[in-house]
């Protein structure tokens, strides 16, 4: 996925999947326990919304939420608010010609330039990780994963946190230290080891 198109198709197609997850969950599991022993699934999913919310406030320059808020913004309709925030940024990609231009992020009261397409990187590794919780957490299967999403996304931690000890605070949003993948784990389920999940968890 080094093109342009393509990190904007791995985008659309990984949000589809969030969407989709989203949109099935019954009214009685938002309180549900997640493999994020922090969140229950409501928390998690306002996690995904915040993260969606960054990228498209980037992109248009505005002021951007707090990513380390705990704040419930998903109100009385969870799964619009969520949906909405996608077709959102949905919109804003397919008016993006150039992927090479410089959006900036705010963190710990600093500006740092990033490119259009490494902001989307991240994006997708992020909401696929979380697509796994959220799956786990519902008690679906993730051996429909999209295959080259999977691998792209072990490629890409593997090479951000390299050099780096897994709680080192330079990570953004630094994750739990690897664990062993089972015997026979398929390619989501070894992903999510990586990042240091229980990939024995069950809803």
């Given at each position: 996925?080094?093109?342009?198109?393509?990190?904007?198709?791995?985008?659309?197609?990984?949000?589809?999947?969030?969407?989709?997850?989203?949109?099935?969950?019954?009214?009685?599991?938002?309180?549900?326990?997640?493999?994020?022993?922090?969140?229950?699934?409501?928390?998690?999913?306002?996690?995904?919304?915040?993260?969606?919310?960054?990228?498209?406030?980037r992109i248009l320059g505005l002021p951007q939420p707090d990513p380390k808020s705990t704040e419930d913004l998903l109100g009385d309709d969870p799964r619009g608010r969520i949906c909405a925030a996608f077709d959102e940024l949905r919109g804003l990609l397919t008016t993006m010609d150039d992927l090479d231009r410089t959006v900036y992020t705010h963190r710990d009261g600093r500006s740092h330039a990033r490119n259009l397409a490494g902001l989307l990187s991240r994006r997708i590794a992020d909401l696929l990780v979380h697509n796994w919780d959220l799956a786990k957490a519902l008690g679906r299967s993730t051996a429909d994963f999209d295959p080259e999403l999977v691998a792209w996304t072990l490629e890409h931690y593997q090479s951000r946190f390299a050099g780096y000890e897994r709680t080192d605070p330079k990570i953004i949003g630094s994750v739990a230290v690897q664990r062993p993948a089972p015997a026979g784990a398929g390619d989501a389920d070894r992903l999510a080891a990586f990042m240091g999940r229980d990939v024995n968890f069950t809803a």
């Open positions: 996925m080094n093109k342009a198109m393509d990190i904007i198709d791995a985008y659309m197609r990984v949000s589809a999947q969030t969407e989709a997850l989203v949109r099935s969950i019954p009214d009685d599991r938002f309180g549900g326990a997640t493999p994020c022993s922090e969140w229950d699934v409501r928390a998690l999913c306002n996690h995904v919304y915040v993260g969606e919310i960054i990228v498209s406030t």
